[in-house]
């Protein structure tokens, strides 16, 4: 596959394809994903997981930003930065599960760098360039409307800081979910405003609730540790996959905001270049489908039943999480101190 078609490979945009066309063209460019740590890893994060291995796999320096001050801010787990800090450990544990080796990528923390000066002098810069609407405008990166800065200035410090971690580290990509997006234009309009090397922006899509019916936004839709019904933790075991998928949103024939037919679309089918739905000869046997495309069809068309679909959605599950229980079987410290939170 060429390094361009991989990365544009289960993305919902890319701002834009032909600056990214430019960017692939250094000898190495640099990229990164941030995050908060803020409590346990869900399922996901596995599309974050395969995207981040694409940019390596084409020759980028990639960076996992875990944005303990952006957390702090945010107020994620009590606004208790050790505990904030210590989340962050157990977040590279789980990179690592999910196959991306710690010498692969750059892990860094957001208090690896407040302290240089220069950092703080793109802050204000950057400051200076926008207004507070259009700041506020981007606020939703971090789950808050406009209104809370009223009362808790630092939350309008926020996607400031988010577009200076991007400019300090020198990035030719910034990654992330499409919550992202307001964030990363604003750094691309910023840079043309400051005349310096603008972002491209790439996104890849939420994983939905598998209790979402399509009533909602995919941000407001998407899976959240704080609704555990709705999400399938990495640490689930096999009976608690197997539970809440039986459970989840899944109306025959129907493609549109299905969160098993995203499941398959984003999670299964890029680990797997051939899968096979096993169900009972009298419902027509095994079948076998090697594009996730193929399999969309027959569902839509009734030639596969949500209950066989969904049975064998637990399977696929947990086989891709085994290793990732694996894993923490055998590093379980940040775990065990991150779940009793």
Not at 20 to 37: C, D, S, T
Not at 147 to 163: G, N, R
Request: hydrophobic share 40%; with cysteine; charged share 30%.
């Amino acid at each position: 596959m060429e390094k361009l078609e991989r990365l544009l490979s289960n993305t919902v945009e890319v701002v834009t394809v032909e600056d990214l066309k430019n960017v692939l063209e250094k000898e190495k460019p640099k990229a990164y994903i941030g995050f908060e740590p803020s409590g346990l890893v869900h399922l996901g994060w596995k599309i974050c997981a395969n995207k981040i291995r694409d940019f390596i796999e084409c020759g980028f320096e990639f960076y996992i930003l875990l944005a303990d001050w952006h957390a702090y801010i945010n107020d994620k787990l009590g606004g208790d930065i050790e505990k904030i800090r210590l989340c962050g450990r157990y977040m590279e544990d789980c990179f690592e599960a999910m196959g991306i080796k710690r010498n692969e990528v750059k892990f860094i923390y957001a208090s690896d760098y407040v302290n240089d000066s220069r950092y703080w002098e793109l802050v204000l810069k950057i400051a200076k360039a926008n207004s507070i609407a259009r700041v506020k405008r981007a606020m939703d990166i971090m789950g808050r409307k406009e209104e809370e800065a009223e009362k808790d200035l630092s939350k309008l410090f926020y996607p400031v800081m988010q577009v200076a971690d991007i400019f300090y580290l020198d990035l030719d990509v910034a990654y992330g979910g499409i919550d992202q997006r307001h964030a990363h234009m604003l750094a691309r309009d910023t840079a043309s405003k400051l005349g310096i090397k603008k972002p491209v922006a790439l996104h890849t899509p939420l994983l939905s609730s598998l209790q979402a019916t399509g009533r909602m936004n995919p941000i407001e839709a998407k899976m959240s540790k704080s609704k555990p019904e709705s999400m399938i933790s990495i640490h689930d075991s096999k009976e608690d996959v197997e539970r809440k998928i039986k459970k989840a949103y899944c109306p025959e024939k129907e493609i549109e905001n299905n969160p098993i037919l995203e499941i398959w679309k984003y999670i299964i089918f890029p680990e797997f270049n051939e899968i096979k739905i096993e169900r009972p000869d009298k419902f027509g046997g095994d079948v076998s489908f090697k594009s996730y495309n193929d399999l969309e069809v027959a569902f839509s068309e009734g030639e596969l039943h949500p209950l066989d679909l969904k049975r064998n959605t637990a399977k696929y599950i947990n086989r891709i999480l085994e290793p990732i229980r694996n894993y923490f079987e055998l590093h379980p410290e940040n775990f065990e101190v991150v779940k009793n939170f």
